[in-house]
C-alpha cells in the first residue's frame, strides 16, 4: 500500500540553525500538507500546498517557515532560524485532487531544538 | 470558541466491549468534513473514518463507526469490540471550506482522548 514518507525520523538542532525537513507524498497525491504536534498537544495545520504554489497558511507559518517542491516527488520544509518552541513533530500528508478529504499522514519527523 | 471539543482527555474499555469516544464541533458552514485519527504510541498519525456533512448515513470502515449527529455539532466514534491494538490517542478533526467555498483540506484537530484497553 503506497504511503507517505518522511525524513529523517529524529533531527536535533541547535538553536538559530536551518533545519529542512522531506517528505515523500504518495505518488498520485497532488495536495501536500504540512502540521506539527508539540508533545503532548493538539495537531496543528502550518501550511497546505498545491499546484506550486501555497493555498493555505496558518499564523504560526511565519516568514521562518518556507516550504518548496524540488522536484517531482519530494516536498520540504524549511525552518530558516531555529527557536526552542520549533521543536515538535512535524507531520507531511498528502491527498489526491478529488478525495481531498483523505490526507495521508506520514510518520512524522521529530524536531528537538537545543 | 474551540471548533474541536475532545472532553474525554482519557477513556478506558474493557477488550472486546464497544466504545464511544466524544466530539463535539463548532461552524457555520454547510459544507464540511469531520475525520477520526488514531495516533499510537509510535506517533503516526492513521485515517480511520471520514463523515461528509451533507452524507445522510453515518460513516461505517470495519469495527469503526461515526455518530454523526448535525443538528447537535457531535461526531462522536464508536469503536466495537474493542482490541488491545486499539490502545491510542484518538482524534477528532474537521474540514471546513475556506472562503469563496473552496477548500484546499486544512484540518483543525481537537486536543485528543487517549483510550486504553483492559484485557
Known amino acids: 500500500e503506497p504511503e507517505v514518507t518522511q525524513t529523517p525520523s529524529h533531527q536535533v538542532t541547535q538553536m538559530g540553525q536551518e533545519v529542512i525537513l522531506r517528505c515523500v507524498p504518495i505518488s498520485n497525491h497532488l495536495y501536500f500538507y504540512w502540521y506539527r504536534q508539540i508533545l503532548g498537544q493538539k495537531v496543528e495545520f502550518l501550511v497546505s500546498f498545491y499546484n506550486n504554489e501555497i493555498s493555505e497558511k496558518s499564523e504560526i507559518f511565519d516568514d521562518q517557515f518556507s516550504v518548496e517542491r524540488p522536484d517531482g516527488s519530494n516536498f520540504t520544509l524549511k525552518i530558516r532560524s531555529t527557536k526552542l518552541e520549533d521543536s515538535a513533530m512535524y507531520f507531511c500528508?498528502?491527498?489526491?485532487?478529488?478525495?481531498?478529504?483523505?490526507?495521508?499522514f506520514g510518520p512524522g519527523t521529530r524536531l528537538t531544538v537545543t | 470558541a474551540q471548533k474541536i471539543t475532545q472532553t474525554q482527555p482519557g477513556m478506558f474499555v474493557q477488550e472486546k466491549e464497544a466504545v464511544t469516544l466524544d466530539c463535539t464541533y463548532d461552524?457555520?458552514?454547510?459544507?464540511?468534513?469531520l475525520f477520526w485519527y488514531k495516533q499510537p504510541s509510535s506517533g503516526e498519525m492513521i485515517f480511520l473514518i471520514y463523515?461528509?456533512?451533507?452524507?445522510?448515513q453515518n460513516a461505517t470502515e470495519g469495527r469503526y463507526s461515526l455518530n454523526f449527529q448535525k443538528a447537535r455539532k457531535s461526531a462522536n466514534l464508536v469503536i466495537s469490540a474493542s482490541q488491545l491494538g486499539d490502545s491510542a490517542m484518538y482524534f477528532c478533526a474537521m474540514r471546513e471550506a475556506v472562503s469563496g467555498g473552496t477548500s484546499y483540506g486544512k484540518l483543525t484537530f481537537g486536543q485528543g482522548t487517549i483510550l486504553t484497553v483492559h484485557p
Open positions: 461552524t457555520s458552514d454547510q459544507s464540511y468534513g
Open positions: 500528508a498528502s491527498s489526491e485532487v478529488e478525495k481531498t478529504y483523505e490526507q495521508y
Open positions: 463523515q461528509g456533512s451533507y452524507d445522510e
